[in-house]
Nanobody, 124 residues
Framework: QVQLVESGGGLVQAGGSLRLSCAAS????????TGWFRQAPGKGREFVSG????????LYAHSVKGRFTISRDNAKNTVYLQMSSLKPEDTAVFYC?????????????????WGQGTQVTVSS
């Protein structure tokens, strides 16, 4: 089992940057593929990015590719999401999730554990 805590959200102007962090408990964090999802008001939870256990494989939603970068530091039990060139449509609650699968995927159902989320608001 793993507990996930997100941080780093906030209010930023369009074009700005934020870095989200997902801190995990447990000594086996390197065994988990990790993903970021987001949920805007009135919309479903959508995949943003994912990273494999070692960090060697990454996956991005088309809407964020080239603007967001996912990374992980297994020694610190932390996954990061660096977000740049933010747009008002990026406004959402961002969630970190962990999965036993080998490679990151876009399907929510493959992720076993979720954090509580952190709010990101991008003003125009």
């Amino acid at each position: 089992q793993v507990q996930l805590v997100e941080s780093g959200g906030g209010l930023v102007q369009a074009g700005g940057s934020l870095r989200l962090s997902c801190a995990a408990s447990g000594r086996t964090f390197s065994s988990w593929t990790t993903g970021w999802f987001r949920q805007a008001p009135g919309k479903g939870r959508e995949f943003v990015s994912g990273i494999s256990r070692s960090g060697g494989n990454t996956l991005y939603a088309h809407s964020v590719k080239g603007r967001f970068t996912i990374s992980r530091d297994n020694a610190k039990n932390t996954v990061y999401l660096q977000m740049s060139s933010l747009k008002p449509e990026d406004t959402a609650v961002f969630y970190c999730a962990a999965s036993w699968v080998t490679y990151p995927g876009t399907d929510r159902a493959q992720y076993n554990y979720w954090g509580q989320g952190t709010q990101v608001t991008v003003s125009s």
